[in-house]
């Protein structure tokens, strides 16, 4: 299984980003993306399960987690980008969706891709 997550860069303050993350090898019912900040522990973004989906409520309203089934790959659309959104993002999958309460831990999923760098100036 491997995980490839791109479309990272720089980008202004209000300004928006794609991110993309392909997986090859196997299809995972449940995607989500992590990111981390200099410093900081990494912290739950965005998950997506058969649809359904669930946000950090830091990105609520700004991002938008989706995935094409056809390409395997999972999406995460930011919009008014904001200096606090500065961190390295990571897409990663597992084949069952955990419980609510534990969705937003790392330790919870196996398959990680190995990260893209966001930066935004302010």
């Known amino acids: 299984v491997q995980l490839q997550a791109y479309g990272g860069g720089l980008v202004q303050a209000g300004g928006s980003l794609r991110l993309s993350c392909a997986v090859s090898?196997?299809?995972?019912?449940?995607s989500v993306w992590f990111r981390q900040a200099p410093g900081k522990e990494r912290e739950f973004v965005a998950a997506?399960?058969?649809?359904?989906?669930r946000y950090a409520d830091s990105v609520k309203g700004r991002f938008t987690i989706s995935r094409d089934n056809a390409k395997n790959t999972v999406y995460l659309q930011m919009n008014s980008l904001q200096a606090e959104d500065t961190a390295v993002y990571y897409c990663?999958?597992?084949?069952?969706?955990?419980?609510?309460?534990?969705?937003?831990?790392?330790?919870?999923?196996?398959?990680w891709g190995q990260g893209t760098l966001v930066t935004v100036s302010s």
């Open positions: 990663a999958v597992r084949q069952n969706r955990p419980i609510y309460s534990r969705m937003s831990l790392p330790e919870e999923y196996t398959y």
């Open positions: 090898g196997r299809t995972f019912s449940h």
């Open positions: 997506w399960s058969f649809g359904n989906t």
